[in-house]
């Protein structure tokens, strides 16, 4: 499951999509994984698998370690 950020383009009255995060259920537990500038994801190790997808979707939300909206 992909999370995807839709906002207006800059100096355009287009509307552009980009991916935030990737959700991968693995072993019953969520990991979350980022994208970098070459479209690749890469697992976050820094933060643990869970259970509660809900949990998971918090963190990138609050993203104290700017890896998503920074």
Do not use: C
């Amino acid at each position: 499951m992909t999370l995807i950020e839709e906002r207006k383009a800059f100096k355009s009255e287009k509307w552009v999509q980009r991916p935030i995060a990737q959700f991968r259920l693995d072993e019953k537990q969520w990991k979350i994984y980022w994208r970098d500038s070459k479209e690749k994801w890469h697992f976050i190790d820094d933060y643990e698998p869970n259970e509660d997808f809900e949990t998971q979707l918090k963190i990138v939300d609050q993203d104290e370690n700017g890896v998503f909206w920074g």
